[in-house]
């Protein structure tokens, strides 16, 4: 399950899969892995969406309601609920935004669901037919910058990438002098270089 194998990567390195570094407030982790929400939500949402999820996608789906991984680098979309102070980029208001952003540049796709984000400026998508894979795209543009045959494939590509630039204390070895008082944002890993692409 790929659950097992996110939370296996994140235990390797940090001996727990949430992470508490010194930097965060109490109640914010490193990474946040949501609670699985019922099943019809998803049906609702993709009904909303115009989409039958993937059924890769869709059983990520019975074991978490999406995640935030690395100061929310790295996400799979989800559904808010307004139970908590951290919750999943919402599938249905993160498709408007960037569809949004797409229609603003001239090169919206309709047929594009967006199901997951590489910090603020790179998103994932899938096809609503539910071909060809998943693919990495600029926020706002229509231009492919990645392509990964699966969902497995696209996790299994940036978690040990991400991971192998934080230390045992979640400082990224990359950071943000700019951000430097705000470690928060200066430990934020968003470049397409980190990752190799």
């Known amino acids: ?3 097992d194998y996110i939370k296996g990567c994140l235990k390797d390195k940090w001996n727990e899969y949430d992470g508490h570094p010194e930097y965060l407030s109490k109640n914010v982790s490193f990474n946040q892995i949501f609670h699985p929400v019922e099943k019809e939500l998803y049906e609702e949402v ?6 039958a999820f993937p059924q890769e996608l869709l059983t990520l789906y019975t074991e978490c309601n999406g995640f935030r991984l690395f100061l929310s680098g790295f996400s799979i979309f989800g559904i808010q609920q307004g139970k908590g102070e951290m919750e999943p980029y919402d599938l249905i208001i993160e498709n408007h935004n960037i569809h949004s952003r797409m229609k603003e ?3 919206d796709d309709s047929n594009l669901i967006f199901v997951g984000n590489y ?3 790179y998103v994932f998508c899938i096809r609503k037919d539910g071909s060809s894979g998943f693919y990495m795209m600029e926020n706002g543009k229509d231009s492919v910058i990645a392509h990964f045959s699966s969902l497995e494939e696209l996790i299994r590509y940036f ?5 192998e630039h934080y230390d045992d204390q979640y400082i990224c070895d990359q950071p943000k002098e700019k951000y ?6 200066s430990n934020a890993l968003y470049d397409l ?4 692409l």
């Open 1 to 3: 399950m790929l659950l």
């Open 46 to 51: 993709g009904r909303k969406l115009g989409i």
């Open 105 to 107: 540049n001239g090169c």
């Open 119 to 121: 910090g603020r400026n």
């Open 159 to 163: 978690i040990p990438r991400m991971i």
């Open 180 to 185: 430097k008082m705000i470690p928060v944002l």
């Open 193 to 196: 270089s980190a990752v190799g």
